[in-house]
């Protein structure tokens, strides 16, 4: 998701810089289809805050990727260890980036 030059990871990193998190500082736990036209995902922060999501696509076509928004956007830190991807956030507090600083933060 990072990097990839995919139309659709280059849109849902789009979608997260406008949400706040750091693309490049963001670990997607999961990201699947929960619909025809939807995905669901659950993505920890650069800040630490976790966060689950749908990405709804627009309508079918050479471009479908562009036309993504997301259509649901909650901040689950306080509850995440009651979810059924527990273990995977737990995980990924583990191995995600080491925040960015500099001589000046």
Do not use: K
């Not at 979608?15 to 750091?22: I, N």
């Not at 956007?73 to 527990?86: E, G, I």
């Amino acid at each position: 998701m990072r990097t990839h030059p995919a139309p659709l990871w280059v849109r849902l990193r789009e979608l997260l810089d406008e949400r706040g998190p750091t693309p490049a500082d963001t670990v997607l736990v999961h990201f699947f289809p929960c619909g025809p036209e939807t995905e669901a995902g659950v993505l920890l922060s650069d800040g630490g805050r976790v966060h689950d999501f749908e990405l709804r696509y627009g309508p079918a076509g050479p471009d479908v990727d562009r036309g993504a928004l997301v259509t649901h956007w909650r901040d689950v830190t306080d509850a995440w260890q009651d979810m059924p991807s527990a273990e995977e956030i737990a995980e990924a507090f583990l191995w995600r980036p080491p925040p960015r600083r500099t001589a000046l933060t």
